[in-house]
């Protein structure tokens, strides 16, 4: 059974940092590609970033470039989301996400083949 489990979701106040994480089992997803969206309410599922299991080639969304970090441990089948600087308008539920491409993560609707449960990140102005 595949599946993708965030955590580190929480309250924090603006300018602080949190960081996700994202733990993949079920089976290898060493050819797939890896991201996070994120859905506010009221507001379509968004495209945040996405990076490769082999050779970590990473894109962001300019919403969130320079603020927040992709990233992987391999070994620990788990992706990791760095969000530093937060603002009050990065208030949603996140999710994180496994395709076997990466042009599913730019489709609108999104076109990903796994999603994880979601965990909610509120910004306190």
């Known amino acids: 059974q595949v599946q993708l489990v965030e955590s580190g979701g929480g309250l924090v106040q603006a300018g602080g940092s949190l960081r996700l994480s994202c733990l993949a089992s079920?089976?290898?997803?060493?050819?797939?590609?890896m991201g996070w969206f994120r859905q506010a309410p009221g507001k379509e599922r968004e495209f945040i970033t996405r990076?490769?299991?082999?050779?970590?080639?990473?894109y962001y969304a300019d919403a969130v470039q320079g603020r927040f970090t992709i990233s992987r441990d391999n070994a620990k089948n788990t992706v990791y989301l760095q969000m530093n600087s937060l603002k009050s308008e990065d208030t949603a539920v996140y999710y994180c996400?496994?395709?076997?491409?990466?042009?599913?993560?730019?489709?609108?609707?999104?076109?990903?083949?796994?999603w994880g449960q979601g965990t909610q990140v509120t910004v306190s102005s």
């Open positions: 990076i490769t299991w082999i050779g970590g080639r990473t």
């Open positions: 996400a496994a395709n076997p491409s990466s042009s599913g993560f730019a489709s609108s609707p999104p076109r990903v083949e796994y």
């Open positions: 079920g089976r290898t997803f060493s050819s797939y590609v």
